[in-house]
T-cell receptor
Framework: AQSVAQPEDQVNVAEGNPLTVKCTYS??????LFWYVQYPNRGLQFLLK??????LVKGSYGFEAEFNKSQTSFHLKKPSALVSDSALYFC??????????????FGKGTKLSVIP | DAGITQSPRYKITETGRQVTLMCHQT?????MFWYRQDLGHGLRLIYY???????DKGEVPDGYVVSRSKTENFPLTLESATRSQTSVYFC?????????????FGPGTRLTVT
């Protein structure tokens, strides 16, 4: 079975400071990893993904994430936070070698608040 | 417009009534998914479809029925709605390929069962 943990329900950061939203995963095989963002009353928007290759992945709106296989982590980062980054962030995983390997399993989400 | 749409966006219904939530995508993606979002649970997969006429259960399928007669449509039916099915429902689609795999989500349907 695959699972995702987002250990922080909420992260607060001052505008202009770097931000990190944490994600750890568990799969039996190799993972595909994703980050999504959700603004109020909206659907989820895809931010970035790790499939293979370089462990540092760059995505939309200046976000990046680092895949760390030994720590089974995929933390989302941004060098300088904007107030407009305030939203709900979801990490998701696929076990590409498991049964039902096209299914995504989501974490419970982390609410990011960027303080002006 | 291209993309994935859901209707209705908001729905209030009574316990025991049948409700159908619609999902339509214009990308011709093979895969389509239905999720429900509840506070404290994140998103949970209800049903998915790999192609027209191919559907299968996800994590929380009880009380729901799906069909997929056309690639672009994937309706979700609550045969006899219960209060525990009050939730926000999201439809998503994806394509499998070297540069794909991510799912694209619709705007959601907020369903209240009274």
């Amino acid at each position: 079975a695959q699972s995702v943990a987002q250990p922080e329900d909420q992260v607060n950061v001052a505008e202009g400071n770097p931000l990190t939203v944490k994600c750890t995963y568990s799969v039996s095989g190799n993972p595909y990893l994703f980050w999504y963002v959700q603004y109020p009353n909206r659907g989820l928007q895809f931010l970035l993904k790790y499939i293979t290759g370089d462990n540092l992945v760059k995505g939309s709106y200046g976000f990046e994430a680092e895949f760390n296989k030994s720590q089974t982590s995929f933390h989302l980062k941004k060098p300088s936070a904007l107030v407009s980054d305030s939203a709900l962030y979801f990490c998701a995983v696929r076990d590409i070698e498991g049964a039902g390997s096209y299914q995504l399993t989501f974490g419970k989400g982390t609410k990011l608040s960027v303080i002006p | 417009d291209a993309g994935i749409t859901q209707s209705p966006r908001y729905k209030i219904t009574e316990t025991g009534r049948q409700v159908t939530l619609m999902c339509h995508q214009t990308w011709s993606h093979s895969y389509m998914f239905w999720y429900r979002q509840d506070l404290g649970h994140g998103l949970r997969l209800i049903y998915y479809s790999a192609a027209a006429d191919i559907t299968d259960k996800g994590e929380v399928p009880d009380g729901y029925v799906v069909s997929r007669s056309k690639t672009e449509n994937f309706p979700l039916t609550l045969e006899s709605a219960t209060r525990s099915q009050t939730s926000v429902y999201f439809c998503a689609s994806s394509e499998e390929g070297v540069s794909s795999y991510e799912q694209y989500f619709g705007p959601g349907t907020r369903l209240t069962v009274t």
